[in-house]
């Protein structure tokens, strides 16, 4: 049986998944990649380093988000949710916004001492200052959410 997600589903699971795929769109080109992310308050947050998905967002803010549940092939959930990438520039919010992504992370990782290309490690100087940390986050303005169940 296939069928729609409600609000409450829609939101429990964007709670729940640590992982999402983000598409955004410029100059003509597409591109979809995986991130790790934190739902709050409506709002999806995460980071990443200088590269093409932050160029793209840059000149297209509008953007696309999808998370899933997969148990199997015909029994599954997933949410599409779009909305407005916008950087976060002010130092309170980006630490609280890592710090908010950090803790949802964490227990997801293998060897916490340190993975610094992802801004996530015990040691701050891990990090270095080669890496331009971008903290952002989609304002959600519509999404929707579908499964099947056998």
């Not at 940390?133 to 099947?148: A, D, Q, S, W």
Request: proline share 4%.
């Amino acid at each position: 049986m296939l069928g729609e997600l409600n609000e409450k589903q829609i939101d429990e699971l964007l709670k729940r998944q640590v992982t999402g795929r983000l598409g955004c769109h410029a100059d003509g080109i597409t591109y979809i990649v995986p991130i790790n992310y934190l739902y709050k308050d409506g709002m999806i947050y995460a980071h990443s380093g200088p590269g093409k998905k932050i160029e793209m967002m840059r000149s297209n803010p509008q953007v696309c988000f999808q998370a899933d549940e997969m148990e199997s092939i015909f029994r599954w959930r997933s949410v599409i949710a779009w909305g407005v990438f916008e950087e976060i520039t002010d130092i309170d919010e980006q630490q609280q916004a890592m710090q908010g992504l950090i803790h949802r992370i964490m227990p997801f990782v293998s060897t916490p001492s340190g993975h610094p290309s992802h801004g996530i490690t015990a040691n701050e100087s891990d990090i270095g200052t080669d890496m331009d940390l971008i903290v952002y986050r989609i304002r959600i303005t519509t999404k929707t959410g579908r499964y099947e169940q056998s």
